[in-house]
C-alpha cells in the first residue's frame, strides 16, 4: 500500500459516505446469507458508443444502458464473482478507513490465487464504482502514472510545486492525485496531446515550448486515468484550446477516441474523463500526399489494423458528432496505408517543430 496522506475536510466527508455504503453491502450481503437467501446484486451497464446503425442511438453518458443483475446462488460464477467483489470491497474498505492509497497490481497481489488474473481485478474494481456511484480515485486506487506534461504550466500537487515555466521544454511527470492538484497557473495559448512519449522527446529536444506558448501533455500511448483526469482539469481551469497529435493509423485514431469520448470500460465515468473540445491536428491520412511522403515511409495496413478501422466505424458518435473523423478513418482504410507522426522528419529533424504543427494551427487545419 502507498503512503498515507493528510485529507481535507470534503475528502473525509466523501470517505465516510462510502465507507457507510460498503458497511450497508456487506450488512445486507451477510443478512442474506444468514437468513438461506442469495445475495443479489444489481449493476447498471453504461456504454459510450453503440453499433446501432439506424439512426435510433439513444446512447448517454448519464444513463445506463442496461442492468445486470447476479444472483449468487444461481450460478457457480455469480458465486465467485461475489466473492471477488466482497474481497475488493474489504481491501478498499480498509484503504478508505486507513487513508492510504493502492494499484490495481497492489490490490491483486493481496489475493492473487483468488484473482487468477490482474482483468479480474480491474472489472471488480469498475463495478465497485458503479456499486458505489463514484470514480476510481475516490476509492483511493490508483493508477501508476505514466504521463508527461511541460510547458508554460505551474500548479501544486499537495505540498510538492511544479513550475514547469522555468524550463518550459522540459518533461515532468503527471500527478497521481489529481484530486489534490491547485493553485494552476498559466500563460499558454493552448495545449498539445500527442500520442507518443517519442514525438513529445522530439519536442522537447527542438525546444518547441520555449518558442511556442503551450503546454504538451503525452500519455505515452493509450493514456492512464490521471492524465485525462489532468487533461480535464488543466481545461475547465484554463479555458485553453486542446489539440491531438497521433499517428495515422487504427491505434493512432483509437486514441483519440479515448480522449475525446472515453473508454467503454470506463463508460461509467466518462463525464469526468472525456474532453469533448479536443480537435484533430493530424496525422490524417491525406496528409501522406499534401506533404509528399516518399513510399518508404508508408506501410501497408495490416489485416488487423482494417478489422480495428472497420469495427470502429461502426461507432455512433463517429457518425453524430464527428463526421469528419469517420469520413478520414475511411480514407484511410481506402488507401489502405499508415504512416507514424515521426515520418516527417524525413524532410528535416525538427520539420515536425518548424513546421507541421506550427501550420497546422496557425491555419486551422484541423478538425
Known sequence: MKRKRSSSRSEI????????KIKDFTRSVVENLCNGRSPVVILDRFR?????????CTCSFDLPKSKEILVSFQRECYARRM????????????LLQENKHASKRDIYYM??????EQAVVDRTINDICILLSCSRHNLNVVS????????????????????????PSTGHSIPVHVEEVKDILSIADYILVVEKETVFQRLANDSFCDTHRCIVITGRGYPDVSTRRFLRLLIEKLCLPVYCL???????FDILTIYRFGSMEMAYDAKSLCVPEIR??????????????????LFPLTAEDKK????????????HEVPQWRSELQAMLQRGVKFEIEALSVFSISFLSDEYIPSKIQNVVHI
Open 13 to 20: 466527508t466523501d470517505r465516510n459516505l462510502l465507507l457507510n
Open 308 to 319: 480495428k478501422a472497420e469495427a470502429m466505424l461502426l461507432r455512433c458518435y463517429l457518425q
Open 111 to 116: 489475493h492473487p490465487s483468488v484473482f487468477s
Open 280 to 297: 484533430w491536428l493530424g496525422a490524417f491520412p491525406s496528409d501522406s500526399e499534401n506533404y509528399q511522403l516518399p513510399e518508404q515511409c
Open 83 to 94: 466473492d471477488i467483489l466482497v474481497r475488493v470491497l474489504l481491501i478498499v474498505q480498509q
Open 48 to 56: 459510450n458508443y453503440c453499433t446501432n446503425q439506424t439512426g435510433n
Open 246 to 252: 497521433v499517428d495515422c493509423d487504427p491505434y493512432g
Open 144 to 167: 501508476v502514472g505514466k504521463g508527461l506534461v511541460m510547458g508554460w504550466l505551474r500548479f501544486v500537487e499537495g505540498e510538492r510545486k511544479f513550475d514547469c515555466i522555468k524550463s
